[in-house]
């Protein structure tokens, strides 16, 4: 009797499993997406980003999981084809954080006020969660994109820099 409750509640699991799919395939997912314009000198200057194989001899990796860019500033990463992404840390996610805060403050004091921008500790040098969903919301905003969501590079820094004060 106990295998026949588990066949049959497993079957439940399954018909429901497969109900929920034939419901899901029948939406309409197909979604227009504009692609956004670039400046022409920013587009040209922009190169491909490092791997992380490549990198070594300009960072160090860091107790975060990405690489310690030390006292280089973003034009000289970018001069080296780097993109900084989530959990990199240094001189240039300083710079980026400052951005972002004068950005956001001049902006948007909602977005300001609930990532805790005003706390001291904002701008730590530290590419973690906020960062990242700051940076996120700002290529939605402007359009702007280096290829991967969330990461810095030549084009979303063109844009950002002038909020660097």
Known sequence: ?????????????VSTVLISSSAFAATNTKTNVTKPTINSTVQASVKPSKTYGEIGDIA??????????????????LSEGVTVKEWDSG???????TALYYYFLKNDSNVFHSYNMGDPNFINGIFGYSTYALIVEYQVRTGLSDG???AVGAVTWASLRVWDL
């Open 148 to 150: 991967i969501a969330g």
């Open 60 to 77: 160090t990796p860091n107790q975060y999981g990405g690489w310690d860019f030390g006292s280089q500033n973003m034009p000289t990463l």
């Open 91 to 97: 001189l240039a996610v300083k710079e980026i954080q």
């Open 1 to 13: 009797m106990k295998n026949l409750k588990l066949k049959a509640l497993s079957l439940g699991i």
